[in-house]
DNA sequence: CAGTATCCAGATCGATACTG
DNA sequence: CAGTATCGATCTGGATACTG
C-alpha cells in the first residue's frame, strides 16, 4: 500500500516530466551507480570543509586523475560540488560540497543501506542461481 | 544532524563489509542506473502479474532483444525477477518480480522521486555552468 | 516464441606524458 | 599543483542472422 503511493506517485510525476527533463533525471540517476561520482562526494561531505584536488585523489583511492577531473566536472556542472581557484603560485583549487549536493547524499544513503543490509540475501540468490545454472 | 546520523549509519555498516560483500553492493547499485533494469523492474511491477519476453519487451520501449535478455538475467541472478519456462510449443516463457525486486523499487522511487522533483534546481545549474564557461 | 551468435561502432577508463 | 592531451585495452549496446 505504502508501495502503491508512491508507484502512483512517481508515475503522475514522471508523465509531467519534458523529455529534456526525464534526460536530465536520468543522467543524475546514473551519477549515483557511478563508480567514482558517490564516493568523491562522501569524500567532500565527511571532510565538512573544501578539499583541494589532491586530497580528493588521494581519499579516493584507485581514481585516475583524468577519471576525478570528469566526476568533479560533472558534480560541478550539475550544482553538487563548487569549484574555487586560487590566484596563487603553486595554483590552488578547493571543491566542496553544496546544500543540493548534500540533499543528494541524504537522498541516497537509505537505498545504499538497504542494499549493504541486503547484501546477504542477494549473496543467496546468486548461490542458487549459478548453483541452478550448474 | 538527520544527515549525520544516516551518513554515520552507513559509514560504520560499510566498514564491516567484507570486499565481496561491498563489490556486490556496489553492482546491485549499478541496476539502479543501468539503463534498462529499472524499466524492466517497473514494467514488471506495474502489470501486477507475469509477462512474456514479448510483452515485456514491448513494454520496454527502444530495448534490443539482447539488452533485454542480459538485464533480465542479471535481474533474475540477483533474485529480483523470475523466470518461469513452460514446456510447450511454441515456447513460453514468464517473467515476474520477486519481494525482494519490489523492496528493491520501494527504496528506489523515492529517490527518482526527489531528483525529477529537483531537475528544475539541476537544470539552473547547468545553464549557470554552461554560462560561466562561455 | 524466446532466445543465441556474430559483428561492429561508440563510449569508457587507466596509463603516460606534457603544461601554465 | 592541477590539470590537459593522447593512446590503447576494454566494455557496451544495437543490428542482424540464425535456432530449438
Redesign the pocket.
Known amino acids: 500500500m505504502a508501495t502503491a503511493t508512491v508507484m502512483r506517485e512517481s508515475i503522475e510525476l514522471c508523465d509531467t516530466l519534458t523529455e529534456e527533463e526525464d534526460t536530465l533525471t536520468r543522467e543524475i540517476i546514473t551519477r549515483v551507480a ?3 561520482s558517490l564516493w568523491v562526494m562522501h569524500v567532500l561531505v565527511t571532510a565538512e570543509g573544501p578539499l ?4 580528493v585523489h588521494d581519499e579516493v583511492e ?6 576525478l ?2 566526476a ?2 560533472q558534480l560541478e556542472r550539475d550544482g553538487m560540488v563548487t ?1 574555487t581557484m586560487f590566484a596563487e603560485v ?5 571543491y566542496a560540497i553544496t546544500p543540493i549536493g548534500i540533499e543528494m547524499m541524504e537522498h541516497v544513503e537509505p537505498l545504499w543501506l538497504w542494499v549493504a543490509k541486503s547484501v546477504g540475501r542477494f549473496q543467496q540468490a546468486r548461490a542458487e542461481f549459478d548453483g541452478r545454472g550448474k
Chains 1, 2 share one sequence.
Do not use: M
Open positions: 557511478d563508480k567514482w583541494r584536488f589532491s586530497r584507485g581514481i585516475s586523475q583524468k577519471s577531473t570528469k568533479l566536472r569549484r603553486p595554483p590552488r583549487v578547493e
